[in-house]
């Protein structure tokens, strides 16, 4: 499929997506529906295009596709040989791009409700909905974006060196757990049971990713040097951390 139908499909399936939120918002009874159902889907655009920029700078021709509801980037088929034989390094900093974009989107909210462009209530709805959205991708399960960076983070740290990764991440992300109960961050308080079960999957994820890696990945050619597993750990733990602030302090977005 041509780039130009890829992306006529894509915008078709998107404005779909926008009158089911829509119509969900409705029927919840929002009283900022074309708001609310505006910033979710381009949330989820600014999501993917992040991931379009990183994979079309390391030269994979990439489509942006919409499943109804459920948006994605994906490289050409004639390119996924690329996709796959690009350095370790490389495949992080595309699987990380998405959050990332969600962080620049939060931060170009911020200067336009600096500059008086949009309220502080609408302010706090796109932060806490992107906050949300980060923390849900850097799960590491399956073929969420956490997944995908856990497996070539894991795959690029000698086996030794696994249990060591797997305590400083959980180590930080534990002082997160703290931070937020010491700052006692009503809702976050609210909804523990919904960051719990969080916690859970990510623990869990996290040891499984460690454990299941590939025993010989760290002398591949493709594999990260020490200095970039470090960085890229870091860069990823302080994503999460953001998003717990994002979620914690701030009112729910579709109810603020």
């Not at 997506?17 to 889907?41: D, E, G, H, K, M």
């Amino acid at each position: 499929m041509s780039r130009a139908m890829s992306f006529l499909r894509a915008a078709f399936l998107a404005a779909l997506s926008w009158y089911v939120y829509y119509q969900l918002a409705v029927f919840f009874n929002s009283n900022q529906p074309v708001f609310l159902a505006s910033i979710v889907l381009g949330s989820i655009i600014i999501h993917e295009m992040g991931h379009w920029v990183v994979m079309e700078y390391n030269g994979i021709k990439t489509h942006l596709v919409f499943y109804l509801v459920v948006g994605g980037a994906m490289a050409d088929k004639r390119y996924q040989h690329v996709m796959k034989n690009l350095p370790w390094s490389n495949q992080a900093a595309i699987y990380m791009a998405g959050v990332i974009a969600h962080l620049a989107l939060v931060l170009i909210s911020w200067f336009f409700q600096w500059g008086g462009l949009i309220t502080a209530e609408r302010l706090s709805r796109i932060a806490n909905l992107n906050g949300l959205f980060i923390m849900f991708n850097l799960l590491p399960w399956w073929k969420l974006d956490g997944g995908h960076f856990m497996r070539v983070l894991f795959n690029s740290v000698p086996e030794k060196n696994d249990e060591r990764f797997v305590r400083w991440i959980s180590l930080f992300v534990t002082f997160a757990i703290g931070l937020m109960i010491g700052l006692r961050a009503r809702y976050f308080m609210r909804t523990l049971p919904d960051f719990t079960l969080f916690f859970v999957l990510f623990f869990w994820g996290l040891h499984f990713r460690a454990t299941h890696d590939d025993t010989k990945g760290s002398r591949s050619r493709l594999a990260m040097s020490k200095r970039s597993q470090i960085a890229w750990a870091s860069i990823y733990v302080a994503c999460l951390i953001i998003s717990f602030l994002l979620v914690g302090l701030l009112p729910h977005w579709a109810y603020s």
